[in-house]
């Protein structure tokens, strides 16, 4: 059972737009920064989104994310076949006295 | 900036599971560096982090037998994870960040099995 809640799949046509959710609570979407991932299978994941809206260098602007609140969003716009992997948010829950990484359980995506 | 973890592969029920991640084409002594492992088939799990100066947090469902380490001299961070059961099998990776980030370790399998 993941802190964060993620669907577990999400599914469009090529060139179509697919948005993908992170719902958590206060002590973690709430009150810190959340990343997103993406994980082709096999190999280890890739950071598409950091501090909820921004992109590294050499990430297409077909990637965005969002938060409102307690929740997360990925958008991916003019969808492609290699866009075909699963995605993962992450953020930090301030729950406990340390603090923890927390992430979603993943949500695998299907260009159809 | 590079990742690589190494370690043995396997390893027995009760044991202590030992890995190191070598990071090139930059210095340690800059950031927080993690590890996040994924059992097969399953989600990401944040295992811990340390700051190059020796600062760590642990997961807290896996504190009582993780120890995460750093030689700055040879530009690397380790980890350890005591008492292992099958329930640790899983592709262990390190990473430049506090819980992941921007470079990641291709991973490494690590099987826990007599």
């Known amino acids: 059972q993941s802190v964060l809640t993620q669907p577990p799949s999400v599914s469009a046509a090529p060139g179509q737009k697919v948005t993908i959710s992170c719902s958590g609570s206060s002590s973690n979407i709430g009150n810190n920064y959340v990343s997103w991932y993406q994980q082709v299978p096999g190999t280890a994941p890739k950071l598409l989104i950091y501090e909820n809206n921004k992109r590294p260098s050499g990430i297409p602007d077909r990637f965005s994310g969002s938060k409102s609140g307690t929740s997360a969003t990925l958008g991916i716009t003019g969808l492609q076949t290699g866009d075909e992997a699963d995605y993962y948010c992450?953020?930090?829950?301030?729950?406990?006295?340390?603090?923890?990484?927390?992430f979603g359980g993943g949500t695998k995506l299907t260009v159809l | 900036v590079q990742l690589q973890e190494s370690g043995p592969g396997l390893v027995k029920p009760s044991e202590t599971l030992s890995l190191t991640c070598t990071v090139s084409g930059g210095s340690i002594s800059s950031s927080y560096w993690s590890w996040i492992r994924q059992p097969p088939g399953k989600g990401l799990e944040w295992i811990g982090y340390i700051y190059y100066s020796g600062n760590t947090n642990y997961n807290p469902s896996l504190k009582s037998r993780v120890t995460i380490s750093v030689d700055t001299s040879k530009n690397q961070f380790s980890l350890k994870l005591s008492s292992v059961t099958a329930a640790d099998t899983a592709v262990y990776y390190c990473?430049?960040?506090?819980?992941?980030?921007?470079?990641w370790g291709q991973g490494t399998l690590v099987t826990v099995s007599s």
């Open positions: 992450g953020t930090w829950d301030s729950s406990l006295s340390s603090g923890g990484g927390v």
């Open positions: 990473a430049r960040g506090q819980r992941g980030g921007d470079y």
